[in-house]
C-alpha cells in the first residue's frame, strides 16, 4: 500500500511554502520509490516565536534488526500501540506534501497503474512518523480506504487537512484517532496513469 507517490514541485512548493511559512522545496519526482528522500515537513520551536515549522528531508522507510524488509508504512489504527512505532508516533511526528500516490491492480490479467490526487488539484499532505538515525528515516501512515479507493487497493494513506495541522502536531497520541481516518472520497480525484 502506498508504495509510490509523486511530487512536481511548480504546483506543491509554493503552497506549502505559502501555508507553512518557510520555503518549503523539493524536486519533482513522479516515482517516488522506498529509499528514497522525501522531504517532510516537522513542528519545531522558534526563538521568540513560539511554534513553527521547518523542513526535514529524509529517508522512506525503517529496517528494524528483526525484519528482512524496509517497513515503509505504519497502520493508523495501531501505531500508538506497537513498539516499532510508538515512540516515534508520540514524539515525531510530520507531514509529507506529495502531488498524489500511486496503486496497481489486477485488470485482465495484467497490473494497471492508478494516480490519486485531490479533486482540486491542491497539495496532499501524508501522515508520518520520523526516526532520528545516522540520518533520518520515514514511515508514513495508512487506514481503511473510503469506497471509492476501495476499488483500487485494501489501505490509503492517512492524509491531514490543513485546518487539521496544528492539531497533528500538538495533540496527545490519545485525541489523534479522529485524524487517523480516510479522507472524504468525493474529494479524490482517481485515473490511469
Given at each position: 500500500m502506498c508504495g509510490?507517490?509523486?511530487?512536481?514541485?511548480?504546483?506543491?512548493?509554493?503552497i506549502i511554502s505559502d501555508f507553512f511559512g518557510f520555503n518549503f522545496s523539493t524536486p519533482t519526482n513522479n516515482n517516488l520509490s522506498p529509499s528514497q528522500t522525501v522531504a517532510t515537513i516537522v513542528a519545531t520551536t522558534l526563538k521568540n516565536t513560539g511554534a513553527g515549522y521547518?523542513?526535514?528531508?529524509?529517508?522512506?522507510?525503517?529496517?528494524?534488526?528483526?525484519?528482512?524488509?524496509?517497513?515503509?508504512?505504519?497502520?493508523?489504527?495501531?501505531?500508538?500501540?506497537?513498539?516499532?512505532?510508538?515512540?516515534?508516533?508520540?514524539?515525531?511526528?510530520?507531514?509529507?506534501?506529495?502531488?498524489?500516490?500511486?496503486?496497481?491492480?489486477?485488470?485482465?490479467?495484467?497490473?494497471?497503474?492508478?494516480?490519486?490526487?485531490?479533486?482540486?488539484?491542491?497539495?496532499?499532505?501524508?501522515?508520518?512518523?520520523?526516526?532520528?538515525?545516522?540520518?533520518?528515516?520515514?514511515?508514513?501512515l495508512t487506514t481503511t480506504p473510503n469506497e471509492k479507493c476501495a476499488q483500487y487497493h485494501k489501505r490509503m494513506p492517512v492524509f491531514i487537512l490543513p485546518e487539521h495541522t496544528q492539531y497533528w502536531f500538538?495533540?496527545?497520541?490519545?485525541?489523534?484517532?479522529?485524524?487517523?481516518k480516510p479522507i472524504s472520497e468525493e474529494h479524490v480525484n482517481i485515473e490511469r496513469a
Open positions: 509510490r507517490m509523486n511530487v512536481v514541485h511548480d504546483s506543491l512548493c509554493p521547518q523542513q526535514l528531508d529524509t529517508s522512506w522507510g525503517i529496517q528494524p534488526s528483526w525484519s528482512k524488509k524496509l517497513l515503509i508504512n505504519a497502520q493508523g489504527e495501531t501505531v500508538s500501540e506497537k513498539t516499532t512505532f510508538r515512540q516515534a508516533f508520540k514524539t515525531h511526528r510530520c507531514l509529507v506534501p506529495c502531488s498524489g500516490w500511486y496503486e496497481w491492480r489486477t485488470e485482465n490479467g495484467k497490473k494497471q497503474k492508478y494516480h490519486f490526487s485531490l479533486e482540486n488539484g491542491d497539495p496532499l499532505l501524508m501522515a508520518g512518523i520520523w526516526y532520528q538515525e545516522e540520518s533520518p528515516k520515514l514511515v508514513t500538538q495533540s496527545p497520541v490519545e485525541q489523534l484517532a479522529v485524524l487517523l
